[in-house]
Structure formats: C-alpha cells, structure tokens
C-alpha cells in the first residue's frame, strides 16, 4: 500500500502564506514525480503546482510567483509554499505522486486533500 497525508492547511487572511507538505509513505520503488492540484467549490480539480524526481517544476499560472514547490525526494515529501493568498485560493489541495510500487506498475497515487480557507 502507498499513502499520501496532506498538511498545512487551514484559514488565512488575504495576502497571508501558508506551506502544505505531503509525505508518501509505503513500499514505494521510485517515484517519477509529485505535485498539487486543487478544487474549488463547482469546479473541476486543477493542476497546482508539479516537481519531478529531477528538480524540473510546472506551475500553474494563476499561481506563478506566489506559490512555489519543493521537495525532499529522501523523506518522499513535497511541500507548497503559498504567499500572497487570494480569496480564489481557497479550495481543496491534493497531494499526487506519480510513482511505482516495489514490483509494481507506474500509477498515481492521490491523498485526501486539506482545506484551505482565504478570507478576511
């Protein structure tokens, strides 16, 4: 089994920060990549932010110079540092890691996501 915790999240004024971590856990061979999706109410999930066992790094550009990605690929965590929160912002962020299990197919594997709340 593979798991993905979330944390991090919770309430913020507009133009606050607020850093999500995301660790993978589990019998884990390699993993390709990790990254953030989000999704607000009445809307479909999207693409946040997302890192590869490289270093290389896609983010969105609703969020491009206020939010930025990281990882430790030795803890299997990633992080979203988040500056300069919007109303907009607030959504559900999900954890995905794109990985494969020890003698196992390449997936993706998702965590349950946390709430963040932008508002004065």
């Known amino acids: 089994q593979v798991q993905l915790v979330e944390s991090g999240g919770g309430s913020v004024q507009p133009g606050g920060s607020l850093r999500l971590s995301c660790a993978a856990s589990?019998?884990?061979?390699?993993?390709?990549?990790m990254g953030w999706y989000r999704q607000r109410v009445g809307q479909q999930r999207e693409l946040v932010a997302t890192?590869?066992?490289?270093?290389?790094?896609n983010t969105a550009d609703s969020v491009k110079g206020r939010f930025t990605i990281s990882s430790d690929l030795a803890k299997n965590t990633v992080y979203l540092k988040m500056n300069s929160l919007k109303p907009e912002d607030t959504a559900v962020y999900y954890c995905?890691?794109?990985?494969?299990?020890?003698?196992?197919?390449?997936?993706?594997?998702w965590g349950k996501g946390t709430l963040v709340t932008v508002s004065s």
């Open positions: 890192i590869t066992s490289g270093g290389s790094t």
């Open positions: 589990g019998s884990i061979g390699r993993i390709y990549a």
């Open positions: 995905n890691a794109d990985l494969s299990r020890y003698f196992g197919a390449r997936m993706d594997y």
